[in-house]
């Protein structure tokens, strides 16, 4: 097997069995982001000579027998998690230069671990979109068909995951950005429970909904990184203090109990929503049957809001957006347009250049439904709607250990298919969203290929901080079904 196509855990037992090098993995995996990345434009930014250094530091270590999660792995990371001394642009011209003086806490918590920073990945920018197609510096490509998006808005990480240009990366997940690029690429993608990862040195897009998470090639790799990043922060106000369980003892249960017991509950209004796709209708029936043969029992629920869920999530976001945003205004750092008159002037020129169209649509939409006369309107309506949203989880969670669904309607979308079309857009994210209203946990696993060889996933969703039942559940269906070591032919 060559080095690129490792997982943690088989480049862990390689490295500490002495078979290869840090140094050996980190630069086989540079030859090939040289070689590929071209085309398929996962990364933003690379740095050779920090990786290669902290893998020659790793190796010290490694010669001495000393032993850490993630000693000597190369992980990307999504490019608006905050990297001291490595420019975090957000995909955004408005941040194009900026060098943080800090790195975000799961940046500390994988360099306490010993990975490797191989390089920052690509995004829409400011995390604002479904596709990867947003960024302000180019296009990712998805590695199964460059003519295809690879998801977003964590659609470089995912892609460079899915493609080999790096063994696992962070994505982040506001309305399914970790969940629906990992389907859409075949790979795993997991958001955890809101609060149960630090958001601390994370640029935020929608401070209420936005989470950090594991995109890997398999479920063991998740659970793995899972057990790094997860953790309370005091620096985090939105950090839950809560016992962090070693997350791969669920992969344990399953090949030790199977899944018997386990209900499943599958929303009707999911199955009903237009557009599906048949290749996700089908395939989404055989996970199913493949759960049930594993002991899972099915059981049919309701989630009676969910055709508000989308509406009310597309008031919330940019609202939050609008506040978060407002900080870029040219004076304290980042882009500023120095042609400017006065202060009003430069602040419009430079937020007209920094931003591109989608991060003005939504802070445009945010500030509307901020405003005063339209808050309770818009705004207080949907907090409303979002209750109702957990409420509908808290009931279906009494009767149920895990809901499934599909991760998105259709396949990967051609690039620039919906590009002008952003209602369209915006349903893409239908069946991840809720997770995020609630701040639940969700998972994405791969089923299958459609007719036209594009990834499909299965999402699991699960109750609050029952990341275990997600682990469990989309390790049994990756097993059984055997996807996980295949990748695109590149």
Known sequence: MNLHELTIQQARAGLEQRDFSSVELVNALLERIEKLDRNIGAYITIDPDAAIYSATEADKFLAKGERAPLLGIPIALKDLLCTKGIKTTCASRILENFVPEYDATVVSMLKKAGAVIIGKTNMDEFAMGSS????????????????????GSSGGSAAAVSARLCTAALGTDTGGSIRQPASHCGVVGIKPTYGRVSRYGLVSYASSLDQIGPITRDVMDSAILLNVICGHDPSDSTSADVTVPDFTCALTEFETNGLKGMKAGIPKEFLSVKGLDPDVEKLFAHAKKTLEGLGVEMLEISLPQTDYAVAAYYVIAPSEASSNLARFDGVRYGLRDSNAKDLVE??????????????????????YALSAGYYDAYYGRATRVRAMIRDDFKKAFEKCDIIISPVAPTPAFKIGENIDDPLTMYLTDIFTLSTNMAGLPGISVPCGLSRTRLPIGLQIMATHFNEPALLRAGYGLEQTLGLQDKFPDM
């Open 346 to 367: 430069m602040y419009k020129k430079t937020k007209s250049r920094g931003f591109g169209a989608e991060v003005q649509r939504r802070i445009i939409t945010g500030t």
């Open 132 to 151: 990867t197609e947003n960024s302000g510096f180019h296009i990712t490509r998805n590695p199964w068909n460059p003519e295809h998006v690879p998801g």
